[in-house]
């Protein structure tokens, strides 16, 4: 480091005055136009490409003098033991110090730490106390978990009404987990009017989002036409997704619609390797088993041989490579003695050569005259 400010001032020796109040001309105009420049984060840049100690050695300058987000990163280090051995009592130490200058991400992060006793002793009362703060701050996954905990009633006032104003602020900041919270509070009443299409909104928002509940969730809702217009082939697809994702639930309905072929194509090989797949789960259906009974052996063992390598393809259903295609007419089989020739034949034969005979004169005579010059 000392070398680079060397070098740094060496170069900057070698500028000449009007070239440095040019420079100072040209910032105070940038900054006219745009406004002040952000002070670049080198820490944060270095932790981001990955450079995790040296994030560490340009935050801790910073992180001793009371820079909070200095010590923020170095807990995240610490906590997820990033480029040094992971210890979640030196994490706690840095968030608890972020914390008190202010940092909301930090405050967060040690409420879970006491919630679940990571680093510190278990302490929910804590926990809630730093979720509120938190969440007074403006964190919006603090207002999230704030809201379960009055949902819950426990550790703070159970105020379903406050739950629910809390859980929108997050929903509608896109976090999964609420859209999907908040849907169902608007389908049960939970805290607000019941709303059944704004609830399927919600929902549908979370399936969106990848949320495997919320696929399930929304399927039914299209399957049954609640707060939506009904669509079973559009149920029968989010409950396909949900199923691709290892969800039992959504593996035995999907399996339901297969058997019967209702919003999709009847399949009953397919609905036996899910049902197959959800049994492996401890989920057993005896109506499903009834919609199966038909099903040929061979399929059924065909299903179950998929559901054994699933989600692969089983070694059986690799298909060969076709042969490649033969350009021309087929050749014989060079060893096919039925295809060889009866004699040798001479490919650039000769002219045959015709010997006089003395009881032909006439072949005679026309020798004599073609060797005749002309």
Request: proline residues 8%; aromatic residues 8%.
């Amino acid at each position: 480091m000392k070398l680079i400010r060397a070098v740094v001032c060496v170069a900057l020796s070698g500028l000449c005055l009007p070239a440095l109040a040019q420079g100072n001309a040209a910032d105070a105009i940038s900054s006219e136009v745009f406004g002040p420049r952000k002070r670049i984060d080198y820490a944060f840049g270095a932790f981001q490409r990955g450079y995790f100690l040296t994030a560490l050695e340009l935050a801790l300058p910073r992180a001793e003098k009371g820079d909070a987000a200095a010590q923020t990163l170095i807990a995240e280090i610490y906590a997820r033991g990033l480029g040094v051995v992971q210890s979640y009592e030196r994490a706690a130490g840095w968030y608890q110090l972020a914390s008190r200058n202010g940092d909301r991400l930090a405050t967060f992060e040690l409420g879970m730490f006491y919630q679940d006793g990571v680093g510190v002793p278990r302490n929910r009362q804590r926990a809630a106390e730093l979720f509120q703060a938190a969440a007074d701050a403006g964190y919006i996954p603090a207002k999230y978990n704030l809201a379960l905990l009055h949902v819950e009633g426990v550790y703070v006032e159970p105020n379903l009404i406050t739950a629910a104003a809390l859980m929108k602020e997050a929903a509608d900041a896109e976090l999964p987990e609420a859209l999907y919270d908040y849907g169902a509070m608007l389908l049960e009443g939970a805290g607000v009017v019941p709303d059944l299409a704004e609830g399927a909104r919600y929902m549908k928002l979370a399936a969106e989002e990848g949320l495997v509940d919320a696929q399930i969730d929304y399927a039914t809702l299209l399957y049954l036409g609640q707060g939506v217009e009904k669509n079973v082939a559009e149920a029968a697809l989010w409950y396909g997704i949900a199923a691709e994702s290892g969800n039992v639930v959504a593996q035995n309905r999907y399996a339901k619609l297969l058997a019967v072929g209702e919003g999709t194509t009847l399949d009953l090989e397919e609905a036996a390797m899910w049902r197959a797949l959800s049994r492996r789960q401890g989920l057993t259906d005896p109506d499903l088993d009834r919609l199966l009974v038909s099903i040929p052996p061979e399929a059924l063992a065909r299903a179950e041989e998929r559901a054994r390598f699933w989600p692969s393809a089983p070694p059986s259903a690799v298909a060969e490579a076709p042969p490649a295609a033969v350009q021309g007419p087929m050749l014989p089989t060079p060893t096919d003695p039925a295809n060889a020739p009866s004699q040798a034949v001479d490919p650039n034969p000769l002219p045959p050569v015709t010997t006089p005979s003395p009881t032909n004169p006439v072949a005679e005579e026309q020798t004599e005259v073609e060797t005749q010059d002309p």
